[in-house]
């Protein structure tokens, strides 16, 4: 099977790829070398080269910042994966698209919103997710939709690191208590990803870990782990004073993993020990 990764120098392009080994034709590319917002490029490359399945891990992140700038993240996280669904369809491929617990409200009473809910995203960057939803489904019936949420890994930046980065300099880490999610360590996620591609069951997918806790409950396990001696001290989301809104509560749950016969994915808490075994070895002198 031959697999193309866009986004290849984020977050999650990087883990996907580490998780492959050197004889799986697996091809990475970065923003420079496959703009998914060219859809001349997009439609050429995959014309010329005719992978299988795309995992489009291409889009754009700054939640904060896509207040300011809402052109630019529907030109990438919706167009630009339009731009992608349209050409994998052309050729017959599959096409992965990941996408966010921001595109719920954060009404949800308890029990983690599964497939099935409908989206209500808050935010512009949840918005402009949903928008490249409607449209993967739209131009590209052979899809996975694979809402994910509160992502870390041993690559780019994200809140584990930082609050590990944060632990050895200061003696107080004060950390949002009145938002609920659920975490998820991205080598879990591409191992779901990969399991899921092998059964063709396409459709739309919530692959967060398992379970669901605070920022501040995330922050003290992550401490408890990593044998961080600052003092994670809880705190509130107006007293943060972020730009974009964020659901209170955004946890996913799955009815659809467990009716296709794929496992869920292992609670919150294994990801954060599997992500401190990672690091801690990946830093060992
Ligand atoms: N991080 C999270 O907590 C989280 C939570 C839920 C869902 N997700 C979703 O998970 C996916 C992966 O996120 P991530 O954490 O890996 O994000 P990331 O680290 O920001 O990676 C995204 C990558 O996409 C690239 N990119 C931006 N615009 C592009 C364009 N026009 N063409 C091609 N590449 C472009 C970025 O390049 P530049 O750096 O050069 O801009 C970056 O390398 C995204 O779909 C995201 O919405 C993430």
Redesign the pocket.
């Known amino acids: 099977m031959k697999i193309f990764v866009?986004?290849a120098?984020?977050?999650?392009?990087q883990e996907v790829l580490s998780r492959f080994s050197p004889s799986d034709d697996v091809r990475g590319f970065?923003?420079d070398e496959?703009?998914?917002?060219d859809g001349e490029r997009t439609r050429d490359l995959l014309q010329c080269e005719r992978p299988d399945v795309v995992i489009h891990?291409?889009?754009?992140?700054h939640v904060d910042r896509a207040e300011d700038e809402p052109i630019v993240a529907y030109r990438?996280n919706a167009y630009?994966a339009r731009n992608v669904a349209a050409s994998c369809r052309e050729i017959g491929a599959v096409m992965v698209y990941?996408?966010?617990?921001y595109v719920f409200g954060g009404e949800r009473k308890g029990g983690g919103y599964d497939e099935w809910d409908q989206p209500a995203p808050l935010n512009v960057y949840g918005r402009s997710?949903e928008a490249g939803e409607q449209l993967v489904r739209q131009f590209c019936p052979e899809h996975f939709i694979l809402r994910?949420?509160?992502?870390y890994g041993v690559h780019?930046h994200?809140f584990f690191k930082a609050i590990v980065d944060k632990g050895r300099t200061v003696s107080r880490i004060p950390v949002v208590n009145d938002q609920t999610g659920s975490p998820t360590y991205a080598g879990h996620l591409v191992s779901t990803i990969k399991e899921l591609i092998a059964t063709r069951c396409y459709g739309t997918f919530h692959t967060a870990n398992s379970g669901a806790c605070t920022w501040y409950q995330f922050a003290k396990e992550i401490a408890r782990q990593m044998l961080l001696k600052a003092q994670i001290v809880p705190t509130t989301s107006s007293q943060f004073g972020q730009k974009a809104r964020r659901p209170r509560y955004s946890v996913l749950s799955s009815v659809s993993l467990p009716a296709q016969n794929v496992a869920p994915l292992p609670h919150w808490r294994e990801g954060v020990r599997e992500m401190s075994k990672q690091w801690k070895e990946d830093t060992r002198d």
């Open positions: 866009n986004g120098a984020g977050q999650l392009g970065s923003r496959w703009d998914v917002t891990c291409a889009a754009y992140t990438v630009g990941v996408s966010t617990d997710k994910t949420s509160w992502l780019g994200n």
